[in-house]
């Protein structure tokens, strides 16, 4: 079993649509939670930060961390075709060894929101 | 400013052929981590450096990949006997400090293809 589990989807949605994506885990040591946005041969960038559990909101975009289920979830309301891309959930653990932060990377769910 | 580059961004090799890619971080960023994409799966740790510290090579797959970084800046990773199941995407990233919570900004990566 993977460390983070991740459906790959592929989901497609219609403009305007609210969008739900997941990942479910099962080190109960992660702290930072991340969602990252990957377009078509691109590199992944940061798009929603959590430390610990709550919600966090910026703009059309809310991430939540639910550590009593190790469960994280990424809405996106609104919908937009350029929201078209792979999201990856990832997380790691703050024992750090060296400083290092390695981030333990969801599969990616790939989406399509159609206008 | 310049984001983190990656060279080149396609490679194709054939099988026991040896290739480096190299990754140039962000100006000031102390902290760079290499991690390769597969198709279907999420990313997967390398390597990390930190300053001038010993690196983290513990997400290495085998002792055919190695990786440098000279003078705190600019790191080549090597793979020797290129098989076909490393081909894959190789992702760099920089971070501008050690620690937990510090963000990771990738590059556009270097697709490898192993004929």
């Known amino acids: 079993q993977k460390e983070v589990e991740q459906d790959p989807g592929p989901l497609s949605v219609p403009e305007g649509a609210i969008v739900s994506l997941n990942c479910t885990y099962s080190?109960?040591?992660?702290?930072?939670f991340m969602w990252y946005r990957q377009y078509s041969r691109k590199g992944p960038e940061l798009l929603m930060y959590?430390?610990?559990?709550g919600n966090k909101e910026d703009g059309r975009f809310t991430a939540q961390v639910d550590k009593s289920s190790k469960y994280i979830s990424l809405f996106i309301r609104d919908s937009q075709p350029s929201d078209s891309a792979t999201y990856l959930c990832a997380m790691s653990d703050p024992q750090l060894i060296q400083g290092a932060q390695k981030l333990v990377f969801g599969q990616g769910t790939r989406l399509t929101i159609n206008p | 400013g310049a984001g983190v580059s990656q060279s080149p961004s396609n490679k194709v090799t054939e099988k026991g052929k040896d290739v480096e890619l190299r990754c140039d971080p962000i100006s000031g960023h102390t902290a760079l981590y290499w991690y390769r994409q597969s198709l279907g799966q999420g990313l997967e740790f390398l390597i990390y450096?930190?300053?001038?510290?010993?690196?983290?090579k513990s997400g290495l797959p085998s002792d055919r990949f190695s990786a440098e970084r000279t003078g705190g800046s600019v790191s080549t990773l090597t793979i020797q006997r290129t098989q076909q199941e490393d081909s894959a995407v190789y992702l760099c990233a920089s971070a501008r400090r050690q620690g937990g919570g510090d963000t990771q900004y990738f590059g556009p990566g270097t697709r490898l293809t192993v004929l």
């Open positions: 080190n109960s040591a992660f702290q930072y």
């Open positions: 450096f930190q300053g001038n510290s010993a690196p983290d």
């Open positions: 959590t430390y610990s559990s």
